[in-house]
């Protein structure tokens, strides 16, 4: 695999599960992509928790946002962004003072470049105007971890 070299990469955060798992969705982006109808109507896989995947804000609770509905907003067009590095898309995970970003703004990767990035707070209130008033996913998320995920996707 090669390294590309992405100016608007992150430095490693002290919470480091939290980077590790962004590095792992940037590389299998496209393979959830892919079986995000499988994905989406199975709610054991759709629940899916993800440490990187929620929206804050400030001095409320940050609420998770699972797998299936990040799924269901890229595949409407919703939650990405252009990548400046590669001009590919880039799918947005979160929102908000992020373990990514440690500031207010909006963190994802690419599925081309396989960047993890993270971008302006102007986003914030386009992203978050997507969860006000609704569920950010099930009320019981966390059925299956990403690594897992992956592995029977693979093997499918
Ligand atoms: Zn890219």
């Known amino acids: 695999m090669s390294e590309v070299t992405n100016t608007n990469d992150l430095k490693p955060s002290p919470r480091n599960n939290a980077w590790e798992e962004a590095r792992l969705l940037a590389r299998n982006i496209g393979l959830l992509v892919d079986n995000s109808r499988q994905i989406t109507q199975d709610p054991r ?10 929206i804050g804000l400030p001095h409320l609770k940050a609420k998770a946002i699972a797998l299936g509905r990040l799924l269901d907003l ?6 990405t962004e252009t990548c400046p ?10 929102a ?23 971008g302006s707070r102007e986003k914030f209130y ?11 996913g099930p009320s019981h998320p966390g059925q299956i971890d990403l690594s897992d995920l992956l592995t029977e996707l693979r093997a499918a």
Not at 74 to 79: H, L, P, R, V, Y
Not at 85 to 94: F, H
Not at 126 to 136: C, D, T, V
Request: hydrophobic share 35%; aromatic share 14%.
């Open 45 to 54: 896989l759709s629940g899916c928790r993800l440490d990187t995947a929620y």
């Open 74 to 79: 890229w595949n409407q067009g919703k939650w």
């Open 85 to 94: 590095a590669c001009g590919e898309k880039v799918y947005i995970l979160g």
């Open 96 to 118: 908000g003072g992020g373990a990514l970003s440690g500031r207010n703004g909006w963190w994802g990767v690419c599925g081309h470049c396989q960047g993890v990035l993270s």
């Open 126 to 136: 386009q992203l978050y105007s997507e969860f006000a008033g609704g569920p950010a």
